[in-house]
């Protein structure tokens, strides 16, 4: 599927995800635009890393295991106005860490990561990988964070609430911390189904997190005020 956004176009045909409203909240949420290195972990379609371009005059470096996204991904990139700032590399993110060059390398890291651990797999073998822990643990990721983040850098993700409980277990044991949490709400009374966060390096006393929320939608069906201020740069109709 085709999705044209106000200075991009993205076509993810070949990716295990499409195109969703949980990645375009983290693109346009996330706290990047002085980073001047950005890491997309997982990047799919290449949706987050020209987010990331559009938004901040980063060098980003985008890494996706599955060869036919990564294909989709370099082809998204190629056809951007930011060609020049954008680097695919089709590896694991595991293998991409051990290269000593990234070791604490990026002001900035973004992912939108897989996070269902148990239940019914896809049977499109793409969107399996996309969206189940099989290929991306909490624990490897975690641990891929805590090598490529530099000193004073941030990463930011996005999970679904029902996973917070495993993902704070495995952060707990890992030498990354959490300093904001943004509850994500589908419609205005509902409880929030999805949760964006923000981690750091341990480097003193751990402090509660910073928490608020975003409502997406009226009863009406219409996005929020919110809302529509997060996406106005990116959406066409807005």
């Known amino acids: 599927m085709a999705f044209t ?89 595991q293998d991409f860490c051990q290269q000593i060059e990234y070791k604490g390398e990026f002001e900035h890291i973004i992912c939108n990561p897989p996070y269902f651990e148990q239940g019914t797999q896809a049977i499109q073998s793409q969107r399996a990988m996309a969206r189940h822990t099989d290929s991306l643990s909490f624990t490897a990721l975690l641990d891929a964070i805590h090598v490529c983040l530099a000193a004073q850098g941030n990463a930011s993700l996005i999970l679904p609430m029902q996973s917070m409980a495993r993902f704070n277990d495995c952060l707990a044991h890992s030498q990354l911390c959490l300093i904001e949490i943004t509850e994500l709400i589908s419609v205005v009374g509902k409880s929030a189904n999805r949760v964006l966060c923000v981690l750091a390096h341990k480097t003193q006393p751990q402090m509660t997190p910073k928490s608020s929320d975003i409502i997406i939608r009226e009863l009406s069906g219409q996005y929020t005020q919110t809302m529509v201020q997060l996406i106005q740069d990116f959406y066409l109709k807005y």
Do not use: Y
């Open 5 to 93: 956004f106000k200075q991009f176009h993205i076509d993810d045909m070949n990716c295990g995800m499409a195109v969703g409203t949980d990645s375009v909240v983290l693109g346009a949420w996330a706290q990047l635009t002085t980073a001047k290195t950005v890491l997309d972990i997982g990047a799919g379609s290449g949706l987050l890393s020209l987010m990331a371009a559009q938004r901040s005059q980063a060098h980003i470096t985008a890494v996706e295991l599955d060869a036919s996204a990564a294909h989709a991904c370099q082809h998204n990139f190629g056809n951007s106005p930011w060609v020049n700032r954008l680097t695919l590399v089709n590896s694991s993110i």
